[in-house]
DNA sequence: TTTATTGT
């Protein structure tokens, strides 16, 4: 017959050959991805809830943050990044905005153009680059880490609060974990049609902020609506990471244990970060 | 310019 014994067992051998890169591969593979998220997110990638069209997202990873990307909002739903104290605060110039064609949808660099709304920012410019590096600023500038905000909140409000991050924050503790995104009406068709181009208009934005360096972390939660002046008390915005999760539909740190998860995230504690020092810091920008 | 758009 054509197919000898011999035969089969050549073949078999292959396939055996195979199977064995295979998982080899996969192991390797996982191996770097799990290292890559441990650099960018602390007890764990945020989830969903709940499996809702409006909170199903997938991963991109850039250099310096990862975005969870929802391609029914068109719009980032959290990033994660790190960031730490810097001696030199010098970063280069202004990177171009450019297309993320890992998007499922377009959403050029025009897109906002004539909106009344900023191409706001999720993983700040000044911090990812004075942490990360040229090329990780370069990637802030990706439009997948773009949402739409009304200029006196991000040029006003959000900035001052991101400064507060890297220049009161960072030096306080080692280390920093930052998840930030933006909250939506609590009824989808309610906003269906309130987009810039494709990209949906957020009600809100969150920003979370984690000193994970402690055996007891520390975390301090913003909400912050499109419709302020810019001037008020950063302190005015504090919420629990439970009400973000409420807002939001998405899981934190789902690697927390019950009794931490608890205190961390159901409690307002205020206490170690000296917010009130900062909270009436003017902007750098009029 | 640690934010960004508009208009030249």
Avoid: C
């Avoid at 494709?198 to 920003?207: D, G, N, T």
């Amino acid at each position: 017959m054509g197919t000898s014994l011999s035969s089969w067992r050549r073949q078999g051998r292959r396939l055996g050959i195979a199977v064995l890169f295979v998982a080899v591969g996969t192991g390797l593979w996982e191996f770097q991805e799990r290292q890559h998220k441990d650099a960018y997110t602390w007890m764990g990638v945020p989830t969903w809830e709940e499996f809702r069209p409006t909170t199903i997202h997938r991963v991109l990873r850039n250099d310096g943050y990862l975005v969870g990307w929802s391609d029914v909002r068109v719009n980032p739903l959290w990033v994660s990044y790190q960031v730490e104290a810097i001696d030199d605060s010098s970063i280069g110039s202004r990177p171009n905005f450019q297309a993320d064609w890992r998007t499922l949808w377009p959403v050029g660099t025009d897109s906002y153009a004539g909106s009344g709304y900023d191409r706001g920012h999720l993983a700040p410019n000044y911090a990812i680059a004075a942490v990360h590096g040229r090329s990780a600023q370069v990637d802030t500038f990706l439009m997948s880490n773009m949402t739409p905000q009304r200029p006196q909140l991000n040029r006003q409000l959000w900035q001052r609060l991101e400064e507060v991050v890297m220049d009161h924050f960072a030096p306080r503790f080692d280390r920093l974990q930052v998840i930030t995104g933006p909250v939506f009406p609590e009824r989808f068709m309610d906003n269906v049609f309130n987009r810039v181009g494709l990209v949906e208009v957020p009600e809100a934005f969150y920003k979370i902020i984690v000193a994970p360096h402690n055996e007891a972390p520390l975390a301090l939660a913003f909400i912050m609506p499109q419709d302020v002046r810019g001037n008020e008390p950063l302190d005015d915005y504090l919420v629990t990471i439970d009400d973000i999760e409420a807002r939001t539909g998405l899981n934190f740190f789902p690697e927390l244990t019950t009794e931490v998860e608890s205190v961390l995230e159901g409690e307002l504690r205020i206490q170690g970060w000296a917010l009130e020092e900062v909270a009436r810091r003017p902007g750098r920008f009029q």
